[in-house]
């Protein structure tokens, strides 16, 4: 069955999503467990497209039709996974801070996290703090991440930071912030856990913050 996983990881990699599909049912009914498919085929496909879009060889269009396969796959594969108790790496809670209704980046950086073997809770746009705050208790999220497009939007940022604080939901819960205004320097000032320039980048500071990197 090596043959048909590697052929699953270069079908996300390469976004073909029917043949991923196909190849995703064939493994199952060949009886392979849904973690080695998880890990040896999609993760291992998305991995490959991560690495590319960060070194400048893949561009979002390319990113999100493998993200799409990785996504469709794992519509089979997540029943299994839940069946056989297979834990995610983490839980993350993601979404566009209030005001702001930009979300390519944001579905992005989700998608890949999720490829990535995550539990993803994307919340959408327009997010407030309490709802941010509510999703995290809910789901018992180890990361939060959010988003701003906007300079005008991007100030709301510290507000949901100061949210969690006051909750006592630090440090038990990690803060990663990104978007198109948003910078390093900024993210150390307001005190959030980590930044990432893109999606690839995300995926690996979620490893760090949980320490599976």
Not at 160 to 189: C, H, M, S, Y
């Amino acid at each position: 069955m090596q043959e048909e996983l590697k052929a699953l990881a270069q079908a996300i990699l390469e976004g073909k999503r029917n043949e991923a599909v196909e190849l995703t049912q064939k493994l199952v009914d060949a009886g392979v467990t849904p973690k080695q498919i998880l890990d040896e085929g999609l993760i291992a496909g998305m991995s490959v497209a991560g690495e590319k879009f960060k070194n400048g060889e893949y561009f979002v269009p390319e990113i999100l039709v493998a993200a799409r396969a990785m996504k469709a796959s794992m519509e089979i594969l997540r029943p299994l996974l839940v069946a056989t108790d297979v834990q995610p790496i983490g839980t993350m809670v993601i979404g566009t801070v209030r005001g702001d209704l930009h979300d390519i980046g944001k579905n992005l950086v989700a998608m890949m996290v999720e490829g990535a073997g995550f539990k993803v809770v994307d919340l959408g746009v327009d997010v407030t703090a309490d709802k941010f705050v509510a999703a995290a208790k809910e789901h018992s999220a180890q990361i939060v991440g959010m988003s701003a497009l906007l300079t005008t939007t991007m100030t709301y940022i510290p507000e949901v930071i100061k949210a969690f604080d006051a909750e006592g939901l630090r440090p038990k819960v990690k803060l990663i912030v990104g978007g198109a205004p948003v910078t390093q320097e900024w993210a150390n000032q307001i005190g959030a856990d980590a930044y990432a320039p893109d999606a690839a980048t995300a995926v690996d500071r979620c490893k760090e913050l949980l320490g599976a990197a």
